[in-house]
C-alpha cells in the first residue's frame, strides 16, 4: 500500500497524510544538503541557456550572461559617463548585474523531496521528468531576472527599444520569483501524482466535474 | 483536469496580477504587512519587550537588529495560491469560503512563525537567516497551503454535492 494511500470515508487512514508530509520534511533534509554544493552546477546549463537566448533576442543590449559560482552575472553593452548611460566603448567599461540563481533553483530540491516522498514507480524517471519541467520554467525565470535587471538597470536605453510593456516585464519578474520557486515544484509533482491513490480517492466524487 | 488546471492558472494569474496593482498593493497589501508587523510585535513582546514595530518594519531597541516585512514574506501569494486552488476545485461555494478562511488563518499563522523565527536568526546568524529567509520558509509556506488543500480536499470527498443536496 502506497504512503499516498487515502483516507477511507471515515477518515481511518488519516495518518497517512502525517506520514507523508513527515516524508517530504525527511528528504527536503538531504535533498537541500546536496543541492548547496550543487546548485551551480545544477544552474549552469539553464544559465548557458538563457545567454543564448538573450544573446541571440537582445544582440545590442546584452553582452553575455556568466556563472561565478551561484551568482549569475549579466553584461551589457552600455556604460556609465558622467552619469548617463552611454555605450561601453564610450564609457570604457560595461555594466554588468549580478543575481544569485539559488533564488530559483530551490525549487530543485524541494520537488525532490515531494518526489521521493511518493513512492511508486520508476521514481528517479518520475524525478528526472519532473526536474526537466523545472529546468524549463528555471530558464523563463532567468530571462525575467535579467529583464528586471536591464529595465532598472538601464531604464529608457532599454525599455524604450524594447516591445515589452514595463508592468508585464515587472509582475513576470515578481511572478517568477516569488510564486514559481515554490509552487512549479507542487504542482509538477501533483500532475505526476495524479494517478495515486491519495489523489485518485479525493477527487473520485469530483470527477465528473474535473 | 483540464478545467481544473485552466481556472487554478487563471486565478492564480488574476489574483497576482491585482496584487501587484498599484493601488490594490497601496491601500490592501501593505496595510495588511503593517497589521502583520505590529501583530507580529505584540506576541514577541509576551517574552520580550526590547522589541518595536513601526510600519513594516520589527526593530529590535536594544541591538538594533530590524527586518522589514516585503512582499513574499506577508503570505498573501500562498494565500492567492490556496485561492486559485480551492475556486478550480469543485465545490459549494460554502465549502469555498470555510476553506479559504481557515486556509488563510493557517498561512498566516505560519507566516508569524517565520516572521518571529527570522527576527531572532537575523540576530544569532545573519547566512543562517539569509538561508532560511530565502529558501527554506518559501518551501515549508508552500507544504502549509498543500496541507491545506489535502486536508480540505479530504473533507470534501466525504460531504454530499450541491446535486445531492437538491436531490
Known amino acids: ?210 | 483536469m483540464a478545467r481544473f488546471i485552466g481556472i487554478f492558472l487563471f486565478v492564480l494569474l488574476a489574483l497576482f496580477s491585482l496584487e501587484m496593482f498599484g493601488p490594490v498593493h497601496e491601500q490592501v497589501v501593505e496595510p495588511f504587512t503593517g497589521f502583520l508587523a505590529t501583530l507580529s510585535v505584540w506576541i514577541i513582546t509576551l517574552f520580550d519587550d526590547s522589541v518595536i514595530a513601526y510600519g513594516r518594519v520589527i526593530r529590535d531597541s536594544v541591538g538594533g537588529f530590524a527586518v522589514s516585512i516585503e512582499s513574499g514574506c506577508n503570505g498573501v501569494e500562498a494565500t492567492i495560491v490556496l485561492i486559485a486552488a480551492v475556486v478550480a476545485f469543485p465545490a459549494t461555494w460554502r465549502q469555498r469560503l470555510a476553506a479559504i478562511v481557515i486556509g488563510f488563518l493557517a498561512i498566516q499563522v505560519a507566516n508569524l512563525a517565520r516572521i518571529i523565527s527570522l527576527f531572532y536568526l537575523g540576530q544569532w546568524n545573519f547566512d543562517v537567516f539569509t538561508w532560511i529567509h530565502l529558501y527554506l520558509w518559501p518551501v515549508l509556506i508552500m507544504l502549509d497551503v498543500l496541507i491545506v488543500f489535502i486536508v480540505y480536499l479530504r473533507y470534501i470527498s466525504v460531504q454530499p454535492t450541491d446535486g445531492e443536496l437538491a436531490s
Do not use: C
Not at chain 1, 146 to 175: C, E, N, R
Open chain 1, 1 to 210: 500500500m502506497s504512503d499516498l494511500d487515502a483516507s477511507t470515508n471515515d477518515g481511518s487512514s488519516a495518518p497517512k497524510l502525517y506520514r507523508f508530509v513527515g516524508l517530504v520534511f525527511i528528504w527536503m533534509v538531504p535533498s537541500f544538503a546536496l543541492w548547496v554544493p550543487l546548485s551551480a552546477m545544477l544552474a549552469a546549463p539553464a544559465v548557458w541557456l538563457t545567454n543564448v537566448i538573450l544573446t541571440y533576442f537582445l544582440p545590442d543590449v546584452v553582452h553575455e550572461l556568466t556563472l561565478n559560482g551561484t551568482q549569475t552575472l549579466l553584461t551589457t553593452h552600455f556604460g556609465e559617463l558622467n552619469s548617463e548611460i552611454v555605450s561601453a566603448r564610450l564609457a570604457g567599461y560595461r555594466i554588468a548585474f549580478p543575481f544569485n540563481t539559488q533564488i530559483l533553483t530551490y525549487s530543485l530540491p524541494f520537488y525532490a523531496a515531494l518526489s521521493y516522498a511518493t513512492p511508486g514507480g520508476d521514481s528517479f524517471g518520475r524525478f528526472a521528468r519532473g526536474s526537466l519541467a523545472l529546468y524549463v520554467l528555471l530558464i523563463v525565470g532567468l530571462i525575467s531576472v535579467s529583464l528586471k535587471s536591464l529595465m532598472l538597470g538601464l531604464g529608457p536605453v532599454f525599455i524604450d527599444g524594447f516591445s515589452t510593456p514595463a508592468t508585464i516585464i515587472g509582475i513576470s519578474y515578481q511572478f517568477s520569483t516569488l510564486m514559481v520557486p515554490p509552487l512549479a515544484p507542487v504542482l509538477v509533482w501533483a500532475w505526476q501524482s495524479r494517478h495515486s491513490p491519495l489523489l485518485q480517492k479525493l477527487l473520485v466524487k469530483q470527477q465528473d466535474k474535473l
